[in-house]
């Protein structure tokens, strides 16, 4: 297993960084120019955030970053719903209409997603994309579970979304895998 890379205080950034490029945390995050919007209103793309920042989140919470990390994708998933259009890793989680996780490759034309301001909108289109840079996702301060930020007027999740998802299908495949051991030696007994 891979370690994860903490950046000491980065002076162009601003910011401590943790760098999952080489990680088993999942790499799954927003694209650098993906905008999200402040507590206080502003606007600010996600290369530029810093630790401190203050972003409204699922369930009228407020949430504080308090670790960005970074990774490099290839490639990127351009999602384009009724008025807001998003860049965002493929098995990168957002929510449903009914408020369930779901992957952006998963969704098809004509899903709705959650969106701010309790609105919902339907997806246009999900169209995977050459991409080849900075991928970013965050944590916030005293939160475990999954947290939902707004971006690009979406809800997205967070690190801890990624790395739920992860687990869910280590889960999974471990337990495919006795599966098809205790099939194995079923057939050989017989």
Do not use: W
Not at 37 to 63: L, P, R, W
Not at 91 to 110: F, R, W, Y
Not at 126 to 138: A, G
Request: contains cysteine.
């Amino acid at each position: 297993m891979n370690e994860i890379k903490i950046k000491h205080f980065d002076e162009i950034n601003k910011c401590n960084c943790i760098d999952i490029s080489s990680t088993h945390i999942s790499r799954d995050c927003l694209g650098k120019n993906v905008r999200l919007k402040t507590c206080n209103g502003e606007i600010k793309e996600v290369q530029s955030v810093n630790i401190g920042d203050m972003f409204f989140a699922y369930g009228n919470k407020v949430v504080t970053v308090s670790n960005i990390f970074t990774a490099r994708n290839e490639t990127i998933c351009r999602l384009r719903c009724d008025g807001c259009e998003t860049y965002i890793s493929g098995d990168h989680l957002v929510l449903s209409e009914n408020g369930k996780e779901i992957a952006v490759k998963k969704l098809k034309a004509g899903d709705k997603i959650m969106a701010e301001n309790s609105g919902i909108v339907k997806v246009l289109s999900v169209d995977k994309e050459p991409y080849d840079d900075i991928v970013y996702n965050f944590s916030f301060d005293g939160e475990s579970e999954s947290v939902y930020s707004i971006a690009d007027g979406i809800y997205v999740g967070d690190i801890n979304a990624q790395n739920q998802l992860q687990k869910t299908k280590e889960v999974n495949e471990g337990m495919l895998n006795q599966i098809k051991e205790m099939y194995k030696e079923f057939l050989i007994e017989k």
